[in-house]
C-alpha cells in the first residue's frame, strides 16, 4: 500500500529536481559560452 | 525581472514553503477513513494537475503577447510555461494511477478528468515537438505561438465538453469529487501545498527564461563576431 | 471583389492540380477503404454489433484519410516555392486558407463518400433513411476537421518531420469534432429521437464553427515570412 505512495513522492521529487538541475547545468553552460565570447571579444583588435 | 526577489531568495523561500507543505501532508493531515496513507498523494496530484492546467494557460497569453506585440519575453514565457507545465502533467498522469490502483483497484478509467487531462499532456507535447522540430529559426516563436492558441482553445473546449460526454457515456469516476468529505485540515493542506507546488512553478519558468534569454545573447553576440 | 476571385483561383489550382498528378485523392481513397476492410477483421462482428462499430469506424477512417490530404496541401507548395510566390503578391492570406479549405473539403468529402458507400456494401448497411442529418453532421464535421488540418498542415510544413509532426498537431485538437461527430453519427444512424438527432448536429456545427473561425483567423500568422 505505502509502496505507492513512496513511488508516487520519489517519482515526482525526480522529475522536478532532475529538471531543475539539467536546467541549472544547460544555463551554467551558456553563461560559460557567454563569458568566453566575450572575453575573445575584448582581446581581439577593433577593426 | 524582479530585483527586489532574486532567484535565490526565490529558492530559499520554495524550500521554505515545500518543507512546510510536507510538514502538513505527512504530519498534520489526517489520516483518510477508507484509503488510508496512500490517499496523502492526493495533495500532490491535486496541486499538480492545477498548475498543469494554469500553466498552459500561460502558454496561451504568452502566444498571444507574441502574436498581438512580437514579445520575445511573451515567448519566452510561453516556451517556459509549456517545458514546466509539461513536467506538472507527466506529474498528474504518474501520481494519479498510483493513487487510484490502491484506492479504488485500477489503474485508469476514460472518466472526465483523465480523458481532459490526457488530452491536455498530448497538447503539451505537440507544443514542445513543434518547437523542437520547425526548421527556420526565425519562424518558430510565430509558428508555436499560433499552436500554442489553438490548443488553448481546444483545452477549453475539452474542459467544457468532456463533462457533458461523460453525463451521456458514464464511466467510474475516480476522486470521487475532490469536494467530497474533507476534514479542514485536508483543505489547508491542499491550499498550503498547491501554493508550494504554484512556488515551484514560478521558479522553474523563471529560470528557464533566464536561459532562454542567455542563450539569445549567446547568438547575438556569435552573429556580431561572425560579421 | 478581390478576396473571392483569390480564394476561387486557389481553390480551382489545388483541384487542377490533382487532377494532372492524381496524388491525393486516389491514396485517400484507396487508404479510407483499407481502414474499412481491416476493421472489418479486426472486430469480426456480427451484425448487430455493425451498429455500434460503424460511426466510429467511418471516423476513424475519415480521420486518416484527411491527414492524406493534408499533408500534401502544402508540402507541393514547399518543393515548388509556390507559397512564396503567393505571398509576394498582395494577397490577404486569409483568402489562401479558404481556398485551400474548400480544395481539402473536396477531396475529403469524395473520399467520405467513397467509404460510406463501400461501408454499405460490406456491412449490408442502409443509410438512406438517415441520409438527411449524416450528411449534415459530414458537412460540418469535415469542415472542422478540415479547417484544422488545413492550418496545421501549413505549421508542419514548416517542421523536419512534417508526416509526424501533423497527426501530433491534429488529433488532440480534432478529437472533439471526431468524437461529436462519431456521437452525432451514431444518434443518427440508430434513429434516434429527432431532437436528440438534432442537438448532435448542432453540438458538431458549433464545435466545427469555432475551429474554422480560429484557424481562419490565425492563418495569416502561418504564412508570414
Known amino acids: 500500500m505505502n509502496t505507492y505512495l513512496f513511488l508516487a513522492y520519489s517519482i515526482v521529487w525526480v522529475i522536478f529536481v532532475g529538471y531543475a538541475w539539467t536546467l541549472s547545468r544547460r544555463h551554467a553552460r551558456l553563461r560559460k559560452e557567454l563569458e568566453d565570447l566575450k572575453a575573445r571579444i575584448g582581446k581581439a583588435p577593433k577593426p | ?227 | 471583389m478581390r478576396s473571392l476571385s483569390v480564394i476561387w483561383a486557389v481553390f480551382v489550382k489545388d483541384l487542377r492540380v490533382e487532377w494532372r498528378s492524381r496524388e491525393t485523392l486516389a491514396p485517400m481513397c484507396v487508404f479510407g477503404l483499407l481502414v474499412v476492410f481491416l476493421f472489418n477483421f479486426a472486430f469480426e462482428t456480427a451484425h448487430e454489433e455493425t451498429l455500434r462499430l460503424l460511426p466510429g469506424l467511418l471516423w476513424i477512417a475519415f480521420a486518416f484519410s484527411g491527414i492524406l490530404a493534408f499533408n500534401r496541401s502544402f508540402a507541393a507548395e514547399r518543393e515548388n516555392a509556390c507559397l512564396e510566390g503567393m505571398l509576394l503578391a498582395p494577397i490577404d492570406p486569409s483568402a489562401i486558407f479558404v481556398g485551400k479549405l474548400l480544395a481539402n473539403l473536396v477531396f475529403l468529402g469524395v473520399t467520405e463518400a467513397v467509404i460510406v458507400f463501400a461501408s454499405a456494401v460490406w456491412y449490408n448497411f442502409s443509410f438512406l433513411p438517415s441520409l438527411g442529418a449524416f450528411a449534415l453532421i459530414l458537412f460540418f464535421g469535415t469542415l472542422g476537421y478540415v479547417a484544422l488540418g488545413t492550418i496545421f498542415g501549413g505549421v508542419a510544413a514548416n517542421t523536419r518531420m512534417r508526416e509526424v509532426m501533423l497527426p501530433v498537431l491534429q488529433f488532440p485538437v480534432a478529437f472533439w469534432v471526431l468524437i461529436l461527430g462519431t456521437d452525432a453519427t451514431s444518434d443518427a444512424l440508430r434513429g434516434a429521437a429527432r431532437g436528440d438527432v438534432a442537438r448532435g448536429v448542432f453540438r458538431v456545427a458549433g464545435v466545427s464553427l469555432i475551429f474554422a473561425v480560429v484557424s481562419f483567423l490565425l492563418f495569416e500568422y502561418v504564412l508570414e515570412e
Open chain 2, 1 to 227: 525581472m524582479k530585483k527586489l526577489f532574486p532567484p535565490a531568495v526565490h529558492l530559499a523561500v520554495l524550500a521554505v514553503w515545500l518543507t512546510l507543505a510536507l510538514y502538513l501532508i505527512f504530519l498534520y493531515a489526517p489520516r483518510e477513513a477508507t484509503m488510508g496513507e496512500v490517499q496523502r498523494i492526493f495533495y500532490i496530484h491535486f496541486s499538480s494537475a492545477c498548475t498543469a492546467l494554469l500553466a498552459y494557460f500561460f502558454v496561451f497569453l504568452g502566444s498571444m503577447g507574441y502574436l498581438w506585440k512580437r514579445s520575445r519575453r511573451a515567448d519566452d514565457f510561453a516556451y517556459a510555461s509549456a517545458e514546466v507545465g509539461f513536467l506538472f502533467c507527466c506529474a498528474v498522469l504518474v501520481t494519479g494511477p498510483l493513487w487510484a490502483k490502491p484506492a479504488w483497484g485500477i489503474w485508469w478509467t476514460w472518466d472526465a478528468r483523465l480523458t481532459s487531462t490526457f488530452i491536455l499532456w498530448l497538447l503539451y507535447i505537440a507544443y514542445l515537438m513543434l518547437r523542437s522540430y520547425v526548421i527556420n529559426p526565425g519562424r518558430v516563436e510565430i509558428l508555436a505561438s499560433v499552436v500554442g492558441v489553438i490548443g488553448f482553445v481546444d483545452a477549453v473546449i475539452d474542459y467544457m465538453a468532456i463533462r457533458w460526454w461523460r453525463t451521456q457515456h458514464p464511466q467510474p469516476v475516480l476522486g470521487g469529487g475532490s469536494g467530497s468529505g474533507l476534514d479542514p485540515r485536508m483543505w489547508v493542506t491542499v491550499f498550503v501545498t498547491w501554493g508550494a507546488f504554484l512556488c515551484l512553478f514560478s521558479y522553474l519558468v523563471r529560470q528557464r527564461m533566464a536561459m532562454a534569454e542567455a542563450r539569445r545573447e549567446l547568438v547575438e553576440l556569435r552573429r556580431e563576431l561572425a560579421a
